[in-house]
């Protein structure tokens, strides 16, 4: 299936790691697709924050350069995401979502999973 599906969400202290999963078989007729997490605090919008394209390369927020690391595990088709020094302003759903391309808009992600909650305490 399309569908993504995200796991590893959690609670945790601030400074803690969390490794978040998406789990996806791809894109249709695609043999190279992106995928990218965007994450949303409630009252906010929805904001990328790190995505990987299987052909290679790699894209982080500016907000999460240092902190977070995408990678790929070909053989189970999935991407992690490893988020380390987590800060209370990390706390919000968490979704991966995939397509063709590495679009910048939300909008443009045909799939999408059902998000998984960080929740960071101080």
């Known amino acids: 299936q399309v569908q993504p599906v995200e796991s590893g969400g959690g609670s945790v202290q601030a400074g803690g790691s969390l490794r978040l999963s998406c789990a996806s078989s791809?894109?249709?007729?695609?043999?190279?697709?992106?995928v990218k997490w965007f994450r949303q605090a409630p009252g906010k919008d929805r904001e990328g924050v790190a995505s990987i394209y299987t052909g290679g390369g790699t894209w982080y927020a500016d907000s999460a350069k240092g902190r977070f690391t995408i990678s790929q595990d070909n053989a189970k088709n999935t991407v992690h995401l490893e988020i380390n020094s987590l800060k209370p302003e990390d706390s919000a759903m968490y979704y991966c979502?995939?397509?063709?391309?590495?679009?910048?808009?939300?909008?443009?992600?045909?799939?999408w999973g059902q998000g998984t909650q960080v929740t960071v305490s101080s």
């Open positions: 791809g894109y249709p007729h695609s043999s190279y697709y992106c």
């Open positions: 979502a995939v397509a063709v391309a590495c679009y910048i808009e939300p909008s443009a992600f045909r799939y």
